[in-house]
């Protein structure tokens, strides 16, 4: 059973005076194209559960008339996943580079060049570590969806061959028996 | 502002319920065409039958009545209070029909032509000991509304109690399935009307097993603010109602909805599966259900009423996807919990049916053509999304909690005609799972909308042409 | 209660909760809360089995990454940043009022939540509700590898997935089929609480609804 | 020592052979010395000046990565040398981030297609099935299989057919020019004259095959067939693009399978998975088992680059290290790949690690042009030797610093 990691990183995101949102816009927009479908993160199999949000302005506690505020706003990545983090971060920046540069390539203090490996050493300059994590479950992505596949096709057999005869019994099951022991899983995110 | 003793004066009759003592009823959808002929409707209406009167005056006729936000529009109120009814309410029925499942057969462009438009305004319930009472306050009701301006019945439903009698066959295969003694019956041939909710301050007695678990594992009756609004509810907060309090105040939000049922379809289906599984037709039909005919729990029980589901985790005994079970969980979701997790979600249900009893051997068409059967379903609630939507949603469209992944409901779910639903097994007491595939619409929804049902002062000064609530 | 849709894809949904800390005592105190938490079994949480992941983290507020020169420091927020995170199955409404109702839940939630500034504990449920609502983050991107798949149905599956293995073994030689058919109809019952379908549907109406109630969400 | 079947032919190369004590040496340093040293290295200095030298080692992962990244920051040495050896115009492997470099990229893969690769598989396996069933249990797995493959593919895929008599010169040829290449950079008069006369022979083979084609027309299967009937480039840039491919090709491709079959069969995970492999016929588990080979082991110990201003590493990270202008870097990909901290338990066979660890082919730009080709033959060229289930174990035996014969008895 592999490890599970709670990933959990806070970016500066660049607030430029000339043009006061042009790099947050981008972040958006970028964010709302793959918001429905087409995750970069439906490629990374190692990925449980994802979000990112733009944390505008930080919420003072109610009453706290004092003007407390954050001057730059920041981007929260939440994530958990399977395995190490890097295997994770190596692998989004292969599958959607153009993502990684669009989101945290617009953050502060994210470096000129292209290259995963300016990507691992931003988010680890941006990452917390010792989270109170708490997993429901203690599967892999890939067993997750082996399982909840599994359960449908026995569920699907069972129902079919309802009132049969044993000898059809056992010639169908037979039959499905491979259909059940190795079925084929659906990608992440199609379940 | 609220108080612990309820003033039973000034709660409408269907509170209590109009048990076999008024059997007849009739329903009435009015709409006036402005202000002053609603006023003058409801005057007309008044003094609508009180829960307290149910109890001891005992009227031959008992009227009661609720408002759509249509009616309660059409009323001129002040905006205050028109922006302080909440959404659900506002919605509507037909515009929450994705989230009620009210999809295929059941979508709101099937459903009668008087849900359309917003022509409701009023809903007004009258039920009577007998035919001819009905009848003559029937006659001078509609002679009364032909002769005044403005007002409309845009539909009617004759609405009747069933009760079940041994000469009367309502069995599938298995005669003893028939229930002995006389029972409340709807056109399934199942046992209606029980497992409501007893009511802290309204309740007589206390009911065991209606009510709610608490920690230690004893049932304990509702706290009135559940299904009244202006009280104090299971969170010990009074639930958010509509402003002013005297408008809301002892009353509640209603559902009304025509649910047909098809009997030769549910009858035809089972005997089906029965044959395909080599299995008791009755028998399937009770674990779907989740009761016996005559109302007896699959589970070992006290009574009728007081048993609980926690020593059953995997539904072998009582299946967890059965329509009981679904609607009233109990304790279902694990006995250290009680019913904490149900008891936000419980639904006061007023029912009643329509159409005649289809006995045994004998097909809908022969009975009454194309009148149908069916059921009258009113649920009462302090909050429709809360109660009634989320009943409707999670528990009877949706199987999570119950650990049957999308199954729905097998006799009221919206089924896309490749449902299924699997009655466990059990290997310990020797009997095989059974799994009813290719589920049919057997309830199909024909209408209905969301209501308001005020209290009786506050219909009273609704009615009065005192300023008042107007704007 | 109205409800406000969501518009991410499948049966989870996801929660920040971002609470404000002072720092000094709360600082030390939250920490030791969490280390407590740490070594807690949650086994009253596992047993509600809505919740896929979950997790609580203290944040410093003057440690904030500052990775440039121009950025400016961070001199006017004198509080730490309690992040909660959550993906959990049915309506807000609904896994608010678990959270409350259940006494365990409640407790575990007051101490993790104590040292927030201005937390009104669990209950009265109507103002944990709202201080809960008022200290959410809205999503920006959601990603979810089993969208239609919740935590009991993953749970299901594991239990269901022994079975299956085992049975898988036990039948891989040819029987006697009256055999075969007594060792499948026991385990068909065996298995059959578990046997519900699951997945993605393509119009399921039960996953329209989760929604904050509109009281909260004005 | 008595030469391994089949090696008889390539007797004229092996009187150069080194001695046996030298050999010893030789072996003791590239398989022990260096890859210890840069261990160290990786750990203490992953970025450093090798005293009394303008250059640099980079032995870290996340660093080696980062100047392969920065290619612009960070350009190729080879230029030098290629302009020693009549090339022109020059290759991709010598090219910076320029214009002429994307350009010379569409055009190779205009000529070396996407969907030439099943013919490569299909050569390769002709070949070394042809190969194993004829050797009768006993191969010397480097030069009677491997070479072959490779010219087989070189012959009928490039339509480079080597002439017998030339087969020996042209291979010694290659190596030598690759060393040259890729090696000590070294630009002392005597060294560039003995890699000018190495090169003869290789461009003789090249353009005779040019020659030879205009005469006869090669299939369109064929690279020189295809370029002369489509007019893709003309004959000067195809003698070019050749060359470049072959230097690629054929030297690399003796070290990496080498290598590789070294490491499976002398390490009991990698020798059951590869087994395991063959047998299903999971070709896609072969070639990640053999790429896991690799990266325990090694095609190079690693790769040149130069920094033309003064640069930094390290960007974004705690620790930086500054580059001087016109220092010589050497990255070594070998080192990276058993970094701890990038990749868990380094010296462990496992072959399923994340793709992303893998250095094999190089990294970014640069990365090897010619790497679905090298695939292609190396699942077809292991897969048949581990159907047919050779013993474990075996050493391989070092001509220099290359691995020359490896030794296989398996069943027929």
Known sequence: MTDHSFLTVISPIEHRRNDPDGREATIRKTLLAHEQDDSPFADCPMVHMARIQILDQAVPPMGDTSGAALKTKYLLFAIDIDGRVDDFLDSLYR?????????????????????????????????????????GFDLSVGDTLLMLTRKNVLADFVSAHQGKSDKELQAAWRKSRADLATPNLPKPESF | MSSTTINTKDIQGIFKGFGLAWPKGRFFFLNYKSDKAGRALLKHLCPLTSFHDLKT????????????????????????????????????????????????????????????????????????????????????????????????????????????????????????????????????????????????????????????????????????????????????????????????????????????????????????????????????????VGRRRDGTPLMPAHDDFDFKYSSDPEGRVCPLGSHMRRTNPRDSFGADFGSLLVDRHRILRRAITYGELVPTGKTQAEVNGEEGQGLMFIVLNASISRQFEFVQQQWVNYGNEFDQGNDRDPIIGTQCGHDQMVIPGDNAAGRETMVCDALQQFVVCKGGDYFFLPSISAFEALASDAQGWRR | MPLVPIHFKGKSNPLTVITPVKRGWGRFLTNAILFVFHHLPLGVVKQLAFIHFAR??????????????????????????????????????????????????????????????????????????????????????????????????????????????????????????????????????????????????????????????????? | MKPAAGTEKLSTHQDKRPGPIAQFLTTLVVRRIIPGTFAILRRFAPAFRFPFTNTVIVTSFDLVQEVFSRQKDFPVPYQRQVDYLDWEPTFLLAMKDTPAYWETLENVKKLWRTEDLKFVGEIANEVSNDRLDKANGKIDAIQDLMVPVTEAVIDRYYGVPIPLEKRAAFFNGCMHVAGFLFGAQSTAPKVVAAAQEAVKIVWEVIDGAIAAAHKNPLPDTTIIGRCHKDKIVDDQALRSYLMGMIMGYLPTNTLANGHALDVIMNNSDAYKTAIGAAEADDSDLMLRSVHEALRISYILPGLWRTAPVDQEIGIGSKKTYKIKKDQLIYISGMSAMKDKRRIVDPNKFDPNRSPDVYMVYGYHFHYCVGDKIADTMMEEIFTAIFKRKPKAGGKMIYNGNFPWNFNLSYKN
Request: aromatic share 12%.
């Open chain 1, 95 to 135: 599958r959607d580079a153009d993502f990684v540069h669009n989101v945290w390539g617009q953050c502060i203090g994210y470096p000129d060049f292209r290259g995963a490996v300016f990507f691992r050493r931003y988010i680890d300059a941006c990452s917390f570590s010792n989270p109170l994590g708490y997993a």
């Open chain 2, 57 to 288: 005056v005992k009227p031959d006729v008992c009227v009661n009545a609720a408002f759509t936000c249509a009616g309660l529009e059409a009323l001129a109120l002040d905006n205050d209070l028109l922006y302080s009814l909440p959404e659900d309410f506002r919605d509507g029925m037909r515009r929450r029909a994705s989230i009620n499942g009210d999809a295929g057969d059941s979508a709101p462009e099937h459903w009668e032509d008087i849900w359309e438009g917003h022509q409701v305004h009023l809903w007004v319930g009258v039920y009577a000991r007998t035919d001819a009472q009905l009848k003559d306050w029937d006659k001078a009701f509609t002679t009364w509304v032909s002769k005044t301006k403005g007002i409309s019945i845009v539909g009617s439903q004759d609405v009747s109690r069933l009760v079940s009698s041994p000469d009367v066959p309502v069995y599938l295969e298995d005669k003893d399935s028939q229930p002995q003694k006389p029972v409340l019956l709807e056109h399934f041939g199942f046992r209606d009307g029980i497992g409501n909710p007893p009511i802290k301050g309204l309740n007589d007695k206390h009911i065991t097993g209606g009510g709610r678990i608490n920690a230690k594992g004893e049932w304990e009756d509702f706290p009135a603010g559940e299904f009244l609004l202006g009280h104090v509810d299971t969170n010990g907060e009074i639930p958010v109602a509509p402003k002013p309090d005297g408008f809301s105040r002892n009353g509640s939000f209603m559902v009304l909805r025509k649910l047909e049922q098809n009997v030769d379809l549910w009858r035809d289906y089972m005997k089906g599966q029965a044959k395909k599984l080599d299995a008791d037709a009755d028998d399937i039909a009770s674990r779907m």
């Open chain 3, 56 to 218: 609580w983290i203290l944040i410093k507020g003057n440690k904030l990454p500052r990775l440039s020169e121009d950025q400016p420091v961070e001199d006017n927020w004198p509080y730490d940043f309690y992040v909660f995170t959550t993906n959990f199955n049915g309506s807000w409404d609904q896994y608010i009022d678990a959270f409350g109702r259940i006494h365990a839940v409640s407790k575990g939630l007051n101490m993790l939540w104590y040292t927030s500034e201005g937390f009104p504990g669990p209950w009265p449920m109507r103002l944990f509700k709202r201080y809960i609502h008022y200290f959410t983050a809205p999503q920006h991107l959601y990603y979810n590898a089993y969208p239609g798949a919740t935590v009991r149905d993953i749970d299901a599956a594991t239990k269901l997935n022994a079975e299956i293995e085992a049975f898988l073994e036990d039948t891989k030689d040819e029987m006697d089929d009256a055999e075969f058919g007594r060792r499948y109809r026991a385990f068909v019952n065996q298995v059959s609480p578990w046997l519900g379908k699951t997945g993605l549907e393509e119009k399921h109406e039960a996953l329209a609804h989760r929604a904050v109630p509109m009281e909260l969400s004005q």
